[in-house]
């Protein structure tokens, strides 16, 4: 079903965290390159009037990504501002009357989803999600199985799927996307893209940094609700993938979906969580909490694509380097240069910061012809600065409804179909030194064959 491009843009949370980080600088951008053109909504309990939000604004584009005064001249100009309780039908109201004659807007949940609930019955009550509306969700995506199937059941209650919009903002990013580009686009990968061939896969996303004030949200969350159930499954599904017949939306996401339901749900033995020293004294983090900061995973594909191939996934904070990077070990050839320190062969796509494509060959070293080693043939490496921000490709695909970046119910639910049995057995938490590649246990309990790839950052 076709979802007409949005006449409105609302945003709920606008004097928040989400809002002053990403969505001011998305919408400047997406002025400069003129695809913002109708009034923005921020809607927020804050006690504020429009000015107060439009300093907001410009402060954060200050910080996140520079100010550029024509287009902040032009931001001012559709910005809208409610204040009001999402309890409150008054505050609904206001905002109808905000909208005039606006037909499709865009609902823009930039706020904890325990309120998604109530802002959607107000919404439908006040006559603001009409059959154009459509509404957009950030991750996390619920807790658990359960309380994604409720978000489900409230959003479903009001939107059809068609106008529900899930972000994952890994789905924006230029490099995420070329994964796919890389294995469709070319003839020759398909070619060595199975369990005859390929060994492991290691997908890694490490920070070097904590959780940066935000310990309250992270105490609720941890690294694998925060990242690894949505971003890295995503970046595994399109590694993945079957070739989808169309490029239409729908196929490319029911492709994804089939790898999710190939996986089983993850045991205790699949997993090794760990913490940062120095967590617990976090503002907003439990004293006594056993929230992971880091987790690394191991997970099989029953497919027939893949059956015996482990794909490991490991996420942490306060690691060495932040990057993040696939790595795809081959089989080892039925080599008679056992002398030589062979390695097997690899390809590495970094996605972050820059963007890789290299393929490790090993060849003999030019001075000395009794020894080999392994040598990277880099077939692309881009900076990803100049880049389209990824909130900024998701908002803009989501207003004019285009679904494919955006997580599906069943997709969501198979996630957490995987995550939930572990998640729920409450695995040990191991300790570990910031600065390092998280605890020790994970190198002894869930180490790939060849041991983990650390990326390294120039
Ligand atoms: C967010 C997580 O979804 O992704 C953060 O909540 C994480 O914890 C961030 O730092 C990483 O995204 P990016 O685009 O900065 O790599």
Not at 140 to 158: K, Q, V, W
Not at 277 to 288: F, H, N, R, S, T
Not at 350 to 369: C, H, K, Q
Not at 422 to 450: F, I, N, S
């Given at each position: 079903?076709?979802?007409?491009?949005?006449?409105?843009?609302?945003f709920f949370g606008a004097t928040g965290d989400l809002a002053y980080k990403k969505i001011?600088?998305?919408?400047?951008?997406?002025?400069?390159?003129?695809?913002?053109?109708?009034?923005?909504?921020g809607v927020a309990?804050?006690?504020?009037?429009?000015?107060?939000?439009?300093?907001?604004?410009?402060?954060?584009?200050?910080?996140?990504?520079?100010?550029?005064?024509?287009?902040?001249?032009?931001?001012?100009?559709?910005?809208?501002?409610?204040?009001?309780?999402?309890?409150?039908?008054?505050?609904?109201?206001?905002?109808?009357?905000?909208?005039?004659?606006?037909?499709?807007?865009?609902h823009y949940m930039a706020i904890p989803?325990?309120?998604?609930?109530?802002?959607?019955?107000?919404?439908?009550?006040?006559?603001?999600?009409?059959?154009?509306?459509?509404?957009i969700v950030e991750?996390?995506?619920?807790?658990?199985?359960?309380?994604?199937?409720?978000?489900?059941?409230?959003?479903?209650?009001?939107?059809?799927?068609?106008?529900?919009?899930?972000i994952?903002?890994?789905?924006?990013?230029?490099?995420?996307?070329?994964?796919?580009?890389?294995?469709?686009?070319?003839?020759?990968?398909?070619?060595?893209?199975?369990?005859?061939?390929?060994?492991?896969?290691?997908?890694?996303?490490?920070?070097?940094?904590?959780?940066?004030?935000?310990?309250?949200?992270?105490?609720?969350?941890?690294?694998?609700?925060?990242?690894?159930?949505?971003?890295?499954?995503?970046?595994?599904?399109?590694?993945?993938?079957?070739?989808?017949?169309?490029?239409?939306?729908?196929?490319?996401?029911?492709?994804?979906?089939?790898?999710?339901?190939?996986?089983?749900?993850?045991?205790?033995?699949?997993?090794?969580?760990?913490?940062?020293?120095?967590?617990?004294?976090?503002?907003?983090?439990?004293?006594?909490?056993?929230?992971?900061?880091?987790?690394?995973?191991?997970?099989?594909?029953?497919?027939?694509?893949?059956?015996?191939?482990?794909?490991?996934?490991?996420?942490?904070?306060?690691?060495?380097?932040?990057?993040?990077?696939?790595?795809?070990?081959?089989?080892?050839?039925?080599?008679?240069?056992?002398?030589?320190?062979?390695?097997?062969?690899?390809?590495?796509?970094?996605?972050?910061?820059?963007?890789?494509?290299?393929?490790?060959?090993?060849?003999?070293?030019?001075?000395?012809?009794?020894?080999?080693?392994?040598?990277?043939?880099?077939?692309?490496?881009?900076?990803?600065?100049?880049?389209?921000?990824?909130?900024?490709?998701?908002?803009?695909?989501?207003?004019?409804?285009?679904?494919?970046?955006?997580?599906?119910?069943?997709?969501?639910?198979?996630?957490?179909?995987?995550?939930?049995?572990?998640?729920?057995?409450?695995?040990?938490?191991?300790?570990?030194?910031?600065?390092?590649?998280?605890?020790?246990?994970?190198?002894?309990?869930?180490?790939?064959?060849?041991?983990?790839?650390?990326?390294?950052?120039?």
């Amino acid at each position: 079903m076709s979802v007409p491009h949005s006449d409105a843009l609302v945003f709920f949370g606008a004097t928040g965290d989400l809002a002053y980080k990403k969505i001011f600088p998305s919408l400047q951008a997406m002025l400069k390159r003129g695809h913002l053109k109708v009034p923005v909504i921020g809607v927020a309990k804050a006690g504020w009037n429009l000015d107060q939000l439009k300093a907001r604004a410009k402060d954060s584009l200050e910080k996140h990504g520079g100010l550029d005064p024509v287009a902040f001249e032009q931001l001012s100009k559709l910005l809208r501002y409610v204040d009001g309780d999402y309890a409150d039908a008054a505050t609904f109201q206001q905002l109808k009357q905000q909208l005039g004659d606006a037909q499709s807007p865009a609902h823009y949940m930039a706020i904890p989803p325990l309120l998604f609930g109530q802002v959607v019955e107000q919404l439908a009550k006040a006559g603001c999600a009409g059959p154009g509306a459509r509404i957009i969700v950030e991750k996390p995506f619920g807790t658990d199985m359960e309380s994604a199937r409720n978000l489900n059941r409230i959003l479903l209650n009001t939107f059809d799927e068609a106008r529900i919009f899930r972000i994952d903002h890994y789905l924006g990013k230029r490099p995420v996307h070329n994964l796919q580009f890389f294995r469709f686009a070319n003839s020759f990968p398909e070619s060595y893209w199975n369990r005859d061939h390929i060994e492991s896969v290691q997908i890694t996303m490490a920070e070097d940094f904590g959780v940066q004030g935000r310990g309250k949200f992270y105490d609720q969350t941890g690294t694998i609700r925060d990242v690894m159930q949505n971003h890295l499954f995503q970046l595994m599904a399109n590694i993945a993938m079957e070739p989808p017949p169309r490029l239409d939306s729908e196929t490319v996401r029911d492709e994804k979906v089939k790898v999710l339901k190939a996986i089983p749900p993850l045991t205790v033995r699949d997993v090794v969580r760990g913490q940062f020293q120095g967590y617990l004294d976090e503002p907003g983090v439990a004293p006594d909490s056993t929230v992971e900061t880091f987790a690394a995973l191991k997970l099989e594909l029953d497919s027939w694509r893949w059956k015996g191939v482990p794909f490991y996934i490991r996420a942490g904070k306060c690691l060495p380097v932040t990057c993040t990077e696939v790595l795809i070990r081959m089989r080892p050839p039925p080599t008679m240069y056992e002398d030589f320190q062979l390695e097997p062969n690899y390809l590495r796509l970094r996605i972050s910061p820059e963007a890789t494509i290299a393929i490790g060959i090993n060849v003999v070293a030019p001075a000395d012809d009794t020894t080999g080693g392994i040598n990277e043939m880099i077939a692309a490496h881009h900076p990803t600065k100049e880049e389209m921000d990824a909130y900024e490709r998701v908002l803009g695909d989501a207003m004019s409804g285009d679904a494919t970046l955006f997580s599906r119910e069943d997709y969501v639910e198979e996630a957490w179909r995987i995550v939930d049995p572990m998640l729920k057995a409450k695995t040990p938490v191991y300790p570990y030194q910031p600065g390092t590649w998280g605890p020790p246990e994970v190198d002894r309990l869930l180490a790939p064959p060849g041991g983990w790839w650390n990326p390294t950052v120039a």
